[in-house]
C-alpha cells in the first residue's frame, strides 16, 4: 500500500501529472508532480503532500464529514501556496486514484486552485490539467 | 468536542500477544500487527481492506468516507469477511477522517460485517464499545 506503481496521465520534461491510489505512496521523489489520488484529504493526506513537496492534488472529498474533517487537507496546501482540490465521493470511488482522474466531479477547491480557474463542478481531468499547466 | 492531536500508532489494550491498535493511516499497519484489532482513521475502501486481510490483522474499524459512489468507502468490510476478519465504519459525520484517535473516541458505527455482527457489533454502537467486542473476542480466541 505504501509501495505503488504510480500511472502517469502527462508528462512534460519533469513535469507530470501521476495517479495514485493512497496518499500515503506519495514522498519527495513526486516533487515535481500533480498528484491525482484516491485518498481522503483530511489533514494529514495535506500534511503528507506538503511534506513531499507536490506541485498539485487532487483527492476524493468523502463526503466531507464531521466540521468539513475530509478536506481539511486543502486549506493545509493553501497555506503553502498550493493548489488543490477535492472530488465528490459520489462522483469517484475513494481509494481509487483511477476513479478520481477519469471519473471525478470537483467539489471544493483551495484559493490557489481557484486562482487557476478550477471551480466547483469541474471535471478532475480539466482540473488536474489546469495545475499541470501552471505546475 | 475538539479534534484529538494526530499522532503515532498508539496501543490502547494489551493482553498476551492481542492488541488493541489505533493509528490515524491504514499504511501504518504493519506485519507485526498480525495478532492486533486495528482502529483506523482511514476510509473504509478496498486498497485498505486488501492490505488488512494480507497482513491478517485481527478485527478493523475505519471511517465510510460518506460511504459514496458503489459503496467504495466501505468496500473494506466486505473483503474483510471473506477472510474471516471482523470489520465496522464509523460515520465520516461522528469522527475526523484521518484520525484514529477520533475513530475510536468520538465514532459511532455505522455499518458492520457478518463477523463483527456476530461479535454484537451494531449500527450506533460507539467505536470504543465495538473495538472492546472485537478484543474480547480475540482474548477468548487465543486462550
Do not use: W
Not at chain 1, 493548489?83 to 482522474?101: E, F, H, L, Q, R
Not at chain 2, 485498505?48 to 490483522?57: H, R
Amino acid at each position: 500500500m505504501v509501495k505503488e506503481v504510480h500511472k502517469i496521465a502527462r508528462q512534460s520534461g519533469e513535469r507530470r501529472i501521476i495517479i495514485a491510489n493512497s496518499a500515503t505512496s506519495i514522498n519527495e521523489s513526486n516533487k515535481n508532480d500533480v498528484v491525482v489520488d484516491g485518498s481522503h484529504f483530511g489533514r494529514n493526506v495535506g500534511e503528507m503532500a506538503f511534506n513531499a513537496g507536490i506541485r498539485g492534488m487532487i483527492g476524493n472529498d468523502a463526503g466531507k464529514g464531521l466540521d468539513n474533517s475530509c478536506i481539511a487537507g486543502l486549506k493545509v496546501l493553501e497555506e503553502h501556496g498550493v493548489p488543490a482540490a477535492a472530488v465528490s465521493n459520489m462522483s469517484a470511488m475513494i481509494g481509487d486514484g483511477t476513479s478520481t482522474y477519469e471519473e471525478g466531479e470537483i467539489s471544493a477547491v483551495n484559493e490557489a486552485a481557484k486562482k487557476l480557474g478550477i471551480t466547483v463542478g469541474m471535471s478532475a481531468k480539466d482540473a488536474a490539467d489546469k495545475m499541470f499547466e501552471a505546475a | 468536542m475538539e479534534e484529538p492531536l494526530l499522532g503515532e500508532k498508539k496501543v490502547v489494550k494489551q493482553s498476551g500477544e492481542a492488541r488493541l491498535i489505533i493509528v490515524d493511516t491504514t499504511s501504518d499497519v504493519r506485519e507485526d500487527n498480525d495478532t492486533d484489532v486495528i482502529v483506523t482513521g482511514s476510509h473504509g475502501g478496498k486498497v485498505g481492506g486488501d492490505y488488512l486481510s494480507k497482513l491478517n490483522v485481527k478485527g478493523v474499524i475505519s471511517n465510510d468516507a460518506g460511504i459514496g459512489k458503489n459503496n467504495a468507502g466501505i468496500a473494506s468490510l466486505k473483503i474483510l469477511e471473506e477472510h474471516g476478519i471482523p470489520s465496522a465504519t464509523v460515520s465520516s459525520m461522528s469522527s475526523y477522517i484521518g484520525n484514529g484517535t477520533s475513530t475510536y473516541e468520538q465514532g459511532k458505527i455505522s455499518t458492520v460485517n457478518e463477523i463483527a455482527s456476530k461479535l454484537g457489533i451494531v449500527v450506533g454502537m460507539s467505536a470504543k464499545e465495538a473495538a472492546d467486542k472485537m478484543f474480547e473476542a480475540l482474548i477468548q480466541e487465543t486462550k
